[in-house]
């Protein structure tokens, strides 16, 4: 599953919307379902049962439940889950950030091939936030993401390039907090940069930026940002599909 550029700011997967349009034991259902399939020890099925708790979607948003799917699943070396597991100690949504677990967790993921794992880490090392600053060794980060096929990451390479054949110092784009990289980005009209703005102000509880810039995205094709706008809306149809499709791919 792709996700936005400098995920620092989503958190990736933090929507706190609630659902509303199916009936409570459909809820229920759908809940105990997929509990009893992460109990059973799927790794897929606990990175998505903690996607729902920290989302508060079909239950109350619960951080603490969140984090403990995303460990159960990252510790059977789910990429992604390590990479979730990461983003949360990284944004704090317990409530305070531990950058010495989201380093371990980045880097376990990295090493997995995640290429979002990378380019939080080679924004963590370019700004020096929660590590020792390091250029270079945000710069490796960042190609790691690029080979990865994180397109963003190789844009943001192009530029750097640029300022160090035009005798600037490769400091001054990437300087600034992530929120400030995010937001220029997707002023300069990158969907994937727009979603993670939004992703960010809905998590802010700022609902009205957050729709400003999910709808940027969606006009440009973003599946994210369209079913986002659909949840703001009222509908929660569409993620109770989803986790529906992932239970029917279980068998058991």
Request: aromatic share 10%; proline share 2%; net charge neutral.
């Amino acid at each position: 599953m792709k996700r936005i550029f400098f995920i620092s700011l989503t958190l990736i997967l933090s929507l706190s919307a609630t659902a509303n349009n199916l009936p409570v034991k459909s809820e229920q259902s759908l809940i105990s379902k997929l509990t009893t399939l992460a109990n059973n020890g799927d790794a897929l099925s606990q990175q998505a049962l903690g996607n729902v708790y920290l989302e508060g979607r079909l239950v109350e948003r619960n951080p603490e439940e969140a984090i403990k799917w995303y460990m159960k699943s990252a510790e059977q070396n789910n990429p992604e889950a390590q990479a979730q597991a990461g983003f949360f100690y990284y944004m704090g949504y317990d409530g305070k950030r531990d950058y010495s677990k989201a380093l371990y967790w980045l880097k376990r993921a990295s090493e997995n091939g995640s290429g979002q794992a990378d380019v939080v880490l080679g924004s963590m090392y370019m700004v020096g936030e929660g590590v020792k600053q390091n250029e270079v060794l945000g710069i490796k980060y960042l190609q790691s993401a690029s080979s990865r096929g994180v397109k963003e990451a190789a844009d943001v390479l192009a530029r750097l390039n640029n300022q160090t054949e035009n005798g600037k110092s490769t400091v001054g784009i990437m300087d600034d907090k992530p929120l400030k990289i995010l937001k220029r980005e997707a002023e300069q009209g990158n969907d994937q940069a727009q979603y993670g703005l939004g992703s960010h102000y809905y998590n802010s509880h700022n609902y009205e930026e957050a729709f400003k810039w999910f709808e940027l995205s969606a006009k440009q094709g973003n599946a994210y940002a369209q079913l986002q706008l659909g949840f703001m809306y009222g509908d929660s149809n569409g993620y109770s599909q989803m986790i529906l499709n992932h239970i029917d791919r279980i068998k058991y």
